[in-house]
């Protein structure tokens, strides 16, 4: 018997890592993505908008792409240039665009596909979570009709933004805020994991090896990625945090998580501003309910497994 397809709505900030998630997502036979709905994050709302449109004419995906909020709920918005370029998807060189935006925005695509969708749908929020936020905010009806979040965010130990916080739940941790308490089932997928990722010139020569269109533009993502990270954190390559997401979908056996009780720090803009603080070993476990599980291991072998079997799902 043919296993059920997920149904998903993808929201990033392309971003070198949505951008393989994304790749990732779209050419599985596991998920139906009904659509892309792009933030500000990684870049402006219009570089992460026109690389999202890149990506799929590049891939010839028919893939419908929405642009959603250009600003934070409360704070401005803060780019990650130093890590993502100033396109924010430095590296791979596309052909003049064709592939037109949706007429609609993004948080009003989303309010609508999931207030019309007989079945629960699933969000793969990969950047900060403002657009979701803000649908569950102008529409609450939307709730019961989200299966689950799997986002890319926070961590329960060092930060990368700050020494407290990580970047996609520092640019908006007010959204992060609504998101993590509106009670639907969440997992939060963060840098306690992420990190142990590292796309190192080995792994992109192995994917390179592929030969296809998908393979090379994930090559020329990662060379660049990895040649900043080095720089920034010396490390030997870039942690590849965003896949993550759909890999765990695909098979939720790579992730080891944990259920916690995990809040946001969103308050006075002090030194932990964005943090996700995450109750690890349960000392609140008789006054506050879990929310969330929490990433706290991952099989990094079986992790590029499913992202070269990913890339090979691709003809061409």
């Not at 393989?20 to 997502?25: D, G, I, R, S, T």
């Not at 250009?70 to 780019?79: G, K, L, P, W």
């Not at 629960?120 to 657009?131: A, I």
């Not at 720090?265 to 501003?273: A, K, L, M, N, R």
């Given at each position: ?27 599985s036979p596991r998920f139906e993505v009904l659509g892309i709905t792009t933030v500000a994050g990684n870049q402006t709302l219009e570089n992460t908008t026109r690389n999202a449109l890149n990506l799929m004419q590049a891939l010839e995906l028919d ?158 993502l990662m060379r660049f990625f990895s040649s900043t990270q080095k720089k920034i954190y010396g490390w030997a390559g870039g942690p590849l945090h965003d896949p993550l997401t759909c890999a765990y979908l695909i098979d939720p056996s790579v992730l ?61």
């Open positions: 018997m043919e296993e059920k397809r997920i149904r998903i709505i993808l929201d990033g900030d392309p971003g070198h890592d949505d951008a393989v998630n994304f790749m990732l997502a779209c050419g893939v419908p792409v929405y642009r959603g909020c250009s600003q934070a709920m409360v704070r401005e918005h803060i780019a990650a240039g130093d890590i993502h370029g100033k396109s924010g998807m430095d590296g791979p060189v596309f052909e003049p665009l064709r592939r037109t935006i949706e007429a609609k925005h993004a948080v009003n695509f989303i309010i609508d596909t999931l207030m019309e969708s007989e079945e629960p749908v699933t969000l793969v929020p990969t950047g900060p979570l403002t657009n979701v936020a803000m649908a569950i905010r102008m529409e609450p009806r939307i709730l019961p009709k989200i299966e689950q979040i799997v986002l890319m965010g926070g961590c329960y130990q060092l930060g990368n933004r700050t020494p407290a916080a990580e970047f996609n739940i520092y640019d908006d941790p007010e959204a992060a805020h609504i998101v993590f308490t509106c009670g639907r089932p969440l997992t939060m997928i963060g840098l306690d994991v992420t990190r142990k990722c590292l796309c190192t010139p080995e792994v992109i020569e192995r994917m390179e090896k592929i030969g296809n269109r998908a393979s090379q533009i994930f090559a020329d080891t998580v944990r259920r916690m009780y995990a809040e946001i720090d969103h308050g006075c803009y002090g030194p932990s501003y964005g943090r996700t603080n995450c109750d690890f070993f349960g000392r609140t476990a008789k006054s506050r309910e879990a929310n969330a599980d929490v990433a706290v291991d991952v099989d990094v072998e079986k992790y590029w497994d499913i992202i070269e079997a990913g890339l090979r799902a691709y003809s061409r």
